[in-house]
């Protein structure tokens, strides 16, 4: 069995009296899509802040492709490869797709914003960036502000962008939010190809899309990790059961 290139060891956050985040371990293997699922107010985005480093933990590590990122920032953590999209979008409205993923490339590069110079016609900018739309469905989409692209075009766009960056493994939440049932099949196909280059920790409340991709679930209740398994392992779990009927019938 491969490495994991993620992997987290008994984080703990609490704020005051609440433990949000009570000793939890997981990892995220090579070519996979692990889901983080779980009532609300389990405590899955606070987990995912603590991972990409926006949110310090108490105690715990955090470890990627073998090192400790513990200590990193997030600026950090992304230049390592750590990728990240969010719940809800991000992206600039009026920049084109193509704008913000030759932005991307060029943070990838380490080079400086080129204000004073024909950006659009920079080759070592544009071809990766074009790429990286044309991986996601978008190439035709290029000059289109991101204000004129639907729901689903933009959380394509903002998977370009963390393939731009060159992130090699990705943290998503909620990636389905907001979508229909036409965009959630869209992003479902592409997330399920795109494990391949770059593994996923998911955070979905969307219970079709987590037992259509991932390869293994984790459950998170009141910041516990009660069960991981697959996905035929977590449906038949009482546990699992027990926590969501908890859900529905409050």
């Known amino acids: 069995?491969?490495?994991?290139?993620?992997?987290?060891?008994?984080?703990?956050?609490?704020?005051?009296?609440?433990?949000?985040?009570?000793?939890?371990?997981?990892?995220?293997?090579?070519?996979?899509?692990?889901?983080?699922?779980?009532?609300?107010?389990?405590?899955?985005?606070?987990?995912?802040?603590?991972?990409?480093?926006?949110?310090?933990?108490?105690?715990?590590?955090?470890?990627?492709?073998?090192?400790?990122?513990?200590?990193?920032?997030?600026?950090?953590?992304?230049?390592?490869?750590?990728?990240?999209?969010?719940?809800?979008?991000?992206?600039?409205?009026?920049?084109?797709?193509?704008a913000h993923a030759m932005l991307a490339v060029q943070a990838r590069q380490g080079t400086s914003f080129r204000f004073f110079r024909p950006v659009a016609l920079d080759r070592s900018l544009r071809e990766p960036a074009l790429a990286a739309l044309a991986r996601v469905g978008l190439e035709g989409r290029a000059g289109v502000p991101a204000a004129a692209l639907s729901h689903g075009e933009r959380r394509r766009l903002e998977v370009a962008l963390v393939l731009a960056l060159g992130s090699r493994a990705l943290l998503m939440d909620e990636p389905m939010a907001g979508m229909g049932s036409e965009g959630s099949r869209e992003l479902t196909a592409l997330l399920s190809e795109l494990r391949r280059e770059a593994p996923i920790l998911m955070v979905e409340h969307d219970m079709d899309a987590v037992f259509a991709l991932a390869d293994r679930i984790s459950v998170l209740v009141y910041g516990r990790i009660v069960a991981t398994g697959t996905p035929d392992e977590i449906r038949g779990d009482p546990i699992v059961r027990e926590a969501y009927l908890g859900e529905d019938a409050a």
């Open 1 to 98: 069995m491969a490495e994991p290139i993620l992997r987290i060891a008994n984080l703990r956050k609490s704020f005051g009296a609440l433990k949000v985040t009570d000793d939890v371990s997981l990892d995220l293997r090579p070519g996979e899509i692990h889901a983080l699922i779980g009532p609300n107010g389990a405590g899955k985005s606070t987990l995912i802040h603590q991972i990409c480093g926006s949110v310090a933990p108490d105690t715990g590590r955090v470890f990627f492709d073998g090192g400790d990122i513990t200590g990193l920032s997030p600026a950090e953590r992304a230049r390592a490869g750590l990728g990240r999209t969010f719940q809800v979008s991000t992206v600039v409205p009026e920049f084109t797709a193509l």
